[in-house]
Structure formats: structure tokens, C-alpha cells
């Protein structure tokens, strides 16, 4: 298994904008379906955005479609997810997942076997 590495996140203002990478501490990611989840505290993990193995397919989850966007570089082995029009209910621990395949995965965090720690991502005024 790939071990995942996020990185980017922060603190923001509402309406502002941040950036979050995927990448890894051994291995690679090319090819590989790679999705973002999140979870708030008490709340389940909840599916972000995805994006297959050769970056042309993109899903997107109803409460970021249109305001998230993700990408890859896999001349430098990451994927990016660019925030904007942060809201307050944005703020979660944002994770990178996969689960070694190249085409769509899903939504279900429970197919995914590969996991990075987790960035914290705090929308606040």
C-alpha cells in the first residue's frame, strides 16, 4: 500500500481559499484513483472529491461541486484539491484516500485502503 501525505491545510476566512496536496512518502500515486474526504468532529467521513488515475475524471461531492477543484501532476506525483469560497462548514480534517485502483472508487471511505494522516482545515472569522 501507498502511504499518503496531505498537506496545505490551515486557517481561513469565510469566502477565502486554500489549497491541499496529496502526495507520498514512498511510492506513487500515478495512476491511481485518488479521492478526498473529510470529517467534522462527530460527524461521519464524508466523500470531498475524486479524481481517476489518468486526471481526465472528476466527481465532485453536492456541498463543494462548483466552489472545489480537483487535480494531479503526475509529473510530480500529487494530487491538488483548490478551495475556494470557503464557508465556516468547510472546517474538517481533510484526508487523501485510495485504494490502489485506477478507475472510479466511490464513495464509501470503507473501499478505500490507503489513507494519509489528515490536514486540518479551520474556516473561522
Known amino acids: 500500500q501507498v502511504q499518503l501525505v496531505e498537506s496545505g491545510g490551515g486557517l481561513v476566512q469565510p469566502g477565502g481559499s486554500l489549497r491541499l496536496s496529496c502526495g507520498t512518502s514512498g511510492g506513487i500515486i500515478n495512476g491511481y484513483y485518488i479521492s478526498w474526504f473529510r470529517q467534522a468532529p462527530g460527524k461521519e467521513r464524508e466523500f470531498v472529491a475524486g479524481?481517476?488515475?489518468?486526471?481526465?475524471?472528476?466527481y465532485y461531492g453536492d456541498s463543494v461541486r462548483g466552489r472545489f477543484t480537483i487535480s494531479r501532476d503526475n509529473t510530480k506525483n500529487t494530487v491538488t484539491l483548490h478551495m475556494n469560497s470557503l464557508k465556516l462548514e468547510d472546517t474538517a480534517v481533510y484526508y487523501c484516500a485510495s485504494n490502489g485502483q485506477a478507475l472510479y472508487t466511490g464513495l464509501d471511505p470503507g473501499v478505500y485502503t490507503s489513507w494519509g494522516q489528515g490536514t486540518q482545515v479551520t474556516v473561522s472569522s
Open positions: 479524481i481517476g488515475g489518468n486526471g481526465y475524471a472528476t
